[in-house]
């Protein structure tokens, strides 16, 4: 079973958005923190954004500061992430991550993780 499932990814042109999606499943709680990681060929996974479990706190990196916003609807058991003016340099597999009292940016505090979605963004 495979407790998070990302959906929306795509190919968009730069300038474009695209809206990501994480449905939760199996042991995923509607308590757990979720966050969104991505990477790219020859770069180190990276942490992009995370929610906590009330949407109450919400978390970017700086490269996507302004761009993305994060929700999370707990009575569907989902977390979107809304993608604007989007850049080459967010070309990359995106990865729904969710983790009990999880740290923002800190991949070890995350338990479970999803099959990744692919984000393709051309010039």
């Known amino acids: 079973q495979v407790p998070l499932v990302e959906s929306g990814g795509g190919s968009v042109q730069a300038g474009g958005s695209l809206r990501l999606s994480c449905a939760f499943s199996?042991?995923?709680?509607?308590?757990?923190?979720i966050g969104w990681f991505r990477q790219s060929p020859g770069a180190e996974r990276e942490f992009v954004s995370s929610?906590?479990?009330?949407?109450?706190?919400?978390y970017y990196a700086d490269s996507v500061k302004g761009r993305f916003t994060i929700s999370r609807d707990n009575a569907k058991n989902t977390v979107s992430l809304q993608m604007n003016a989007l850049k080459p340099e967010d070309t990359a597999v995106y990865y729904c991550?969710?983790?009990?009292?999880?740290?923002?940016?800190?991949?070890?505090?995350?338990?479970?993780w999803g099959q990744g979605t692919q984000v393709a963004v051309s010039s």
């Open positions: 199996g042991r995923i709680l509607s308590r757990y923190f």
């Open positions: 991550a969710a983790g009990l009292s999880a740290m923002p940016g800190l991949e070890y505090s995350y338990t479970y």
């Open positions: 929610v906590d479990w009330s949407g109450g706190s919400k």
